[in-house]
């Protein structure tokens, strides 16, 4: 074998290597209960809508997010969407349901640090307990139905955890463009529900809690 063609055989059993090696560490990653589990839901008027107002310096095209959990040895995400309400859905499902051109999930996974490992159970306990509660389509808090983050952000308050303790933030909610007015989309939607726009009432959404300190990212399903 001449010089010319070893380096091309070692080089391509290089790259060969490199590759498998970037496979297996996709395919070893495990998800845990309590996971969080942050999607890009599309590109509808909608989505952009909830991204356009809720972008963070940190994060910015989360328009979804919901938690994993365990049951008989086989993976849900509890969450709240329009439509269904507060449901159980199975993993494969739910990362099937959005996908990027190359067939990729749009869902990154998110983990609560160790200090918040005893509240999960409970947390998952209530969002089971809700299983079939009515979808929030107004974003309100002093009601019973719940939106995606909404049920995120109560599963942890509701343990009795100090308001400077719990793993997520809330704040005002703004419905309006970079000038101040209500974006169109936002009106028309509300309209459509005969509600007003609950400008600055206190809320939370998906890019608020992928900012959190409290949490750190462990997976790309679009990187697998």
């Known amino acids: 074998m001449n010089?010319?063609?070893?380096r091309k055989y070692i080089l391509l059993i290089c790259t060969i290597f490199l590759l498998?090696?970037?496979?297996?560490?996709?395919?070893?990653?495990?998800?845990?209960?309590?996971?969080?589990?942050?999607?890009?839901?599309?590109?509808?008027?909608?989505?952009?809508?909830?991204?356009?107002?809720?972008?963070t310096s940190i994060s910015?095209?989360?328009s979804h997010v919901g938690i994993a959990m365990q049951k008989d040895?086989?993976?849900?995400?509890?969450?709240?969407?329009?439509?269904?309400?507060?449901?159980?859905?199975?993993?494969?499902?739910?990362?099937?349901?959005?996908?990027?051109?190359?067939?990729k999930s749009q869902t990154t996974v998110a983990r609560l640090n160790r200090y918040y490992e005893p509240f999960i159970?409970?947390?998952?306990?209530?969002?089971?307990?809700?299983?079939?509660?009515?979808?929030?389509?107004?974003?309100?808090w002093d009601d019973d139905s719940y939106y995606c983050s909404e049920l995120v952000y109560k599963m942890f308050s509701s343990q009795g955890?100090?308001?400077?303790?719990?793993?997520?933030?809330?704040?005002?909610?703004?419905?309006?463009?970079s000038t101040g007015?209500?974006?169109?989309?936002?009106v028309s939607y509300f309209q459509k529900r005969n509600q007003p726009i609950p400008e600055?009432?206190?809320?939370?959404?998906?890019?608020l809690m992928a900012s959190s300190p409290h949490v750190t990212f462990v997976h790309d399903y679009e990187n697998e």
């Open 73 to 103: 040895e086989k993976w849900f995400v509890l969450e709240a969407i329009p439509k269904e309400g507060i449901c159980q859905t199975p993993l494969k499902k739910f990362l099937n349901r959005n996908k990027n051109k190359f067939k």
């Open 121 to 140: 159970n409970k947390a998952i306990t209530y969002g089971i307990k809700r299983i079939n509660t009515p979808y929030d389509e107004v974003f309100l």
């Open 3 to 6: 010089k010319s063609l070893k």
């Open 60 to 62: 910015k095209n989360y």
């Open 200 to 207: 600055g009432i206190e809320g939370t959404n998906p890019n």
């Open 181 to 186: 007015k209500p974006m169109a989309s936002w």
């Open 161 to 177: 955890l100090p308001k400077d303790a719990i793993p997520f933030l809330t704040h005002p909610m703004t419905f309006n463009d």
């Open 20 to 55: 498998s090696c970037k496979s297996n560490q996709s395919n070893d990653f495990e998800i845990k209960q309590g996971d969080l589990l942050f999607q890009n839901t599309g590109a509808s008027e909608i989505d952009n809508a909830i991204k356009d107002v809720t972008a």
